[in-house]
């Protein structure tokens, strides 16, 4: 499978966990982005990183929540002290290069997490 | 505050008829456009983008763009049962050079025989 994985697909926790999801992208793409979807809503960006450089950061992305990109390769984010408004899917999307086709850009399958 | 909106859903059609979905957007520096078809519980698949003024047509769907108007809709012809689905309007910031995209809330279709 070449395409965007993401682990685990579904994560029931306990509020007051912590969490995290992995991502791993297309294997030559350097450029990676993690959106947040609630039901009923359309993603919401949260950050992007090229490369191993977070370069951009969503306000959404309280201090809670940690993501990273060591190496450039797969990327984790962790959220702590989980809430029930944390309850989403978390899309991860992966490009090479980026132009106006929207063609580059590939979407994980996402992984659901639920906070009781 | 950039903002994509999209008409309430959701939309019904019977088979065969045409679906028509519309999106607005606030900021003016949006270059691109995108259209994608979301089925539960999976992640978005694109199925059209759009980057200059006036039509453009794949297959089925075609989209419209009116900057002016700051409006993009989408049109499916002959809709079929399998283009049930939440439709998800995107805009790419022109300012960026990467692929942060703004979502509008997504329009549920539902084609029924």
């Known amino acids: 499978d070449t395409g965007v994985s993401q682990d685990p697909r579904h994560k029931i926790t306990k509020r007051g966990q912590n969490v995290t999801f992995r991502c791993d992208p297309i294997s030559e793409h350097n450029r990676l982005y993690w959106y947040r979807q609630t039901l009923g809503q359309g993603p919401e960006f949260l950050t992007y990183?090229?490369?191993?450089?977070?370069?951009?950061k969503s306000r959404l992305l309280s201090d809670r929540f940690s993501a990273e990109r060591p190496k450039g390769s797969f990327s984790t984010l962790e959220i702590q002290r989980t809430e029930q408004g944390d309850s989403a899917m978390y899309l991860c999307?992966?490009?090479?290069?980026?132009?106006?086709?929207?063609?580059?850009?590939?979407f994980g399958e996402g992984s659901w997490l639920t906070v009781v | 505050q950039k903002e994509v909106e999209q008409n309430s859903g959701p939309l019904s059609v019977p088979e065969g008829a045409i679906a028509s979905l519309n999106c607005t957007y606030s900021?003016?520096?949006?270059?691109?456009f995108f259209w994608y078809r979301q089925y539960s519980g999976k992640s978005p698949e694109l199925i059209m983008s759009i980057y200059s003024n006036g039509d453009k047509e794949d297959g089925r769907f075609t989209a419209q763009l009116n900057k002016a108007s700051q409006y993009v809709s989408l049109l499916i012809r002959d809709s079929q049962p399998s283009d049930s689905a939440t439709y998800l309007c995107?805009?790419?910031?022109?300012?960026?050079?990467?692929?942060?995209?703004?979502f509008g809330q997504g329009t549920i279709l539902t084609v029924h025989p």
């Open positions: 999307a992966s490009s090479l290069e980026w132009d106006t086709s929207g063609n580059t850009i590939y």
């Open positions: 995107a805009v790419n910031d022109g300012g960026t050079s990467y692929g942060k995209l703004t």
């Open positions: 990183f090229q490369n191993e450089a977070q370069l951009e």
């Open positions: 900021d003016r520096v949006s270059q691109s």
